[in-house]
């Protein structure tokens, strides 16, 4: 083409169209790559989530041919990368379900004792669809004054009643608000009088499918079907209606029954070979961490998360040696990590996976007090060239999470984004008119003086001296 043809086609209304959709060679050059951005002069300092915008591009897709799959560690992968933290104000079971559901993955915090973070381990592991796997339970000494007050508080009344009072005890009956919405007298009776007993009860056993508990309450014009085992305990509860529950004790979840008839498939949730949601959880470097480790791991966790503000360290490295000799089935997220140096030696030891940043929590102040870390652009971007698998934590902005996975993370651990939802461990409480929820740090005195409390190593009189 000659030069006068070719300034002429240039000139056309469609000259534009053409050259953004590669009609012609020439681009004209338009922003920095990452590379030239991180490595700038100029901001070898780091870069932070606050110093860059992603350039838009041409689109020639819809929303839904996205394919958002991406490697937690080097054998696990989720449909959606987003990833709850180990924050005992943000995942416990109920979140991680949620997040499982979802194509994400839930990580359990150890600020708990190791036989508690084991059982939600089992919890999620166990959890069926529109199955309530934690429901209220009463035991034969309640009165019916207790379950009105289950009522009044929680919003609604269908009380299983089992010989110890808890999931897992053998099922005695079942106390409906029928059964109790007319008594004036005797209000202080045990609600084994009112009850409707096991031998009158329509149940469902373990094996049987949601449809198929479904049909059953249907048949029998039942509004709950409590599922037992063999040994006739009870080991969920299906509820036709909705309902909300709060739980008083500290470690009991936020409670949300489900809808049967309009409870609804989840594609993209994340699950094992077995069917069964995916679920993470947290320890620490101590010696007690290690029969930690063996607990969850016997409870059937699918990741172990190292939680350590600095994971360059010999206690680490001597604990991924250990659960790669011991459990070695069991996959390993380290860190946390923001140079390649530190990635490398985890690497070494074994991990299959990096958690990246060092003072880049919403509510984290290691940066501030210590001035360790490094800026969350550039740990996320100089670990990615040095590892395969890498979870960055991200804080205050959904726009993060996106620059996050732009500069190579594979996955994103999210805080305070999920933090005071419905999800979250915790009671709402009102300020100022507003319904909130606590959400500290695990760096915060009262969370530091909590874990002390299941690690005798961790200097727990200085810790209370202080």
């Given at each position: 083409?000659?030069?006068?043809?070719?300034?002429?086609?240039?000139?056309?209304?469609?000259?534009?169209?053409?050259?953004?959709?590669?009609?012609?060679?020439?681009?004209?050059?338009?922003?920095?790559?990452?590379?030239?951005?991180?490595?700038?002069?100029?901001?070898?300092?780091?870069?932070?989530?606050?110093?860059?915008?992603?350039?838009?591009?041409?689109?020639?897709?819809?929303?839904?041919?996205?394919?958002?799959?991406?490697?937690?560690?080097?054998?696990?992968?989720?449909?959606?990368?987003?990833?709850?933290?180990?924050?005992?104000?943000?995942?416990?079971?109920?979140?991680?379900?949620?997040?499982?559901?979802?194509?994400?993955?839930?990580?359990?915090?150890?600020?708990?004792?190791?036989?508690?973070?084991?059982?939600?381990?089992?919890?999620?592991?166990?959890?069926?669809?529109?199955?309530?796997?934690?429901?209220?339970?009463?035991?034969?000494?309640?009165t019916i004054q207790d379950i009105r007050e289950i009522k009044a508080e929680r919003g609604f009344g269908g009380i299983p009643i089992t010989d110890t009072g808890k999931i897992g005890g053998k099922l005695l009956g079942i106390v409906t608000?029928?059964?109790?919405?007319?008594?004036?007298?005797?209000?202080?009776?045990?609600?084994?009088?009112?009850?409707?007993?096991?031998?009158?009860?329509?149940?469902?056993?373990?094996?049987?499918?949601?449809?198929?508990?479904?049909?059953?309450?249907?048949?029998?014009?039942?509004?709950?079907?409590?599922?037992?085992?063999?040994?006739?305990?009870?080991?969920?509860?299906?509820?036709?209606?909705?309902?909300?529950?709060?739980?008083?004790?500290?470690?009991?979840?936020?409670?949300?029954?489900?809808?049967?008839?309009?409870?609804?498939?989840?594609?993209?949730?994340?699950?094992?070979?077995?069917?069964?949601?995916?679920?993470?959880?947290?320890?620490?470097?101590?010696?007690?961490?290690?029969?930690?480790?063996?607990?969850?791991?016997?409870?059937?966790?699918?990741?172990?998360?190292?939680?350590?503000?600095?994971?360059?360290?010999?206690?680490?490295?001597?604990?991924?040696?250990?659960?790669?000799?011991?459990?070695?089935?069991?996959?390993?997220?380290?860190?946390?990590?923001?140079?390649?140096?530190?990635?490398?030696?985890?690497i070494d030891a074994g991990a299959d996976g990096l958690r990246i940043g060092m003072g880049s929590g919403s509510i984290c102040i290691t940066q501030e007090v210590m001035a360790v870390g490094r800026a969350q652009g550039t740990a996320v971007?100089?670990?990615?060239?040095?590892?395969?698998?890498?979870?960055?934590?991200?804080?205050?902005?959904?726009?993060?999470?996106?620059?996050?996975?732009?500069?190579?993370?594979?996955?994103?651990?999210?805080?305070?984004?999920?933090?005071?939802?419905?999800?979250?461990?915790?009671?709402?409480?009102?300020?100022?008119?507003?319904?909130?929820?606590?959400?500290?740090?695990?760096?915060?005195?009262?969370?530091?003086?909590?874990?002390?409390?299941?690690?005798?190593?961790?200097?727990?009189?200085?810790?209370?001296?202080?």
């Open positions: 083409m000659d030069p006068k043809s070719q300034r002429r086609r240039h000139r056309s209304v469609d000259a534009g169209s053409e050259l953004i959709t590669g009609a012609h060679g020439y681009v004209p050059e338009d922003g920095l790559t990452a590379q030239q951005l991180v490595n700038n002069p100029y901001s070898l300092g780091g870069l932070t989530y606050n110093d860059f915008l992603i350039l838009p591009g041409f689109i020639d897709f819809i929303p839904e041919d996205v394919d958002s799959r991406s490697p937690l560690t080097k054998k696990i992968s989720l449909n959606a990368p987003l990833v709850s933290s180990p924050m005992d104000t943000v995942t416990e079971s109920r979140m991680a379900i949620a997040m499982a559901l979802m194509g994400g993955i839930g990580i359990l915090h150890h600020n708990c004792p190791p036989e508690f973070q084991a059982n939600e381990v089992r919890t999620v592991k166990k959890y069926k669809q529109g199955f309530i796997m934690d429901p209220i339970v009463c035991g034969p000494t309640a608000s029928r059964d109790i919405d007319y008594l004036d007298e005797n209000l202080n009776h045990p609600v084994t009088e009112v009850m409707t007993p096991a031998d009158k009860l329509i149940t469902g056993t373990q094996e049987m499918s949601l449809d198929d508990c479904n049909q059953v309450m249907q048949d029998a014009r039942k509004g709950k079907l409590p599922i037992v085992s063999s040994e006739f305990e009870l080991v969920a509860l299906i509820s036709r209606s909705v309902a909300k529950s709060f739980a008083l004790g500290t470690h009991k979840p936020f409670l949300q029954l489900l809808d049967v008839k309009k409870s609804r498939d989840f594609p993209l949730a994340s699950k094992d070979k077995y069917d069964q949601l995916l679920v993470g959880a947290a320890i620490g470097t101590h010696m007690g961490d290690r029969d930690r480790a063996i607990q969850l791991h016997e409870a059937g966790v699918d990741v172990i998360v190292i939680d350590s503000s600095q994971g360059n360290s010999t206690f680490q490295i001597e604990m991924i040696q250990f659960i790669k000799q011991k459990l070695p089935e069991v996959q390993v997220i380290a860190g946390n990590v923001v140079t390649a140096a530190q990635a490398k030696n985890l971007y100089k670990v990615f060239f040095s590892s395969v698998i890498c979870l960055k934590t991200v804080k205050r902005f959904w726009s993060f999470v996106y620059e996050t996975l732009a500069l190579g993370a594979s996955a994103v651990m999210m805080g305070s984004l999920l933090a005071g939802t419905s999800e979250a461990p915790g009671e709402y409480f009102f300020q100022d008119g507003v319904r909130l929820k606590k959400y500290r740090g695990m760096g915060s005195l009262k969370s530091v003086v909590s874990i002390a409390l299941f690690h005798t190593s961790f200097f727990t009189s200085q810790v209370w001296k202080f």
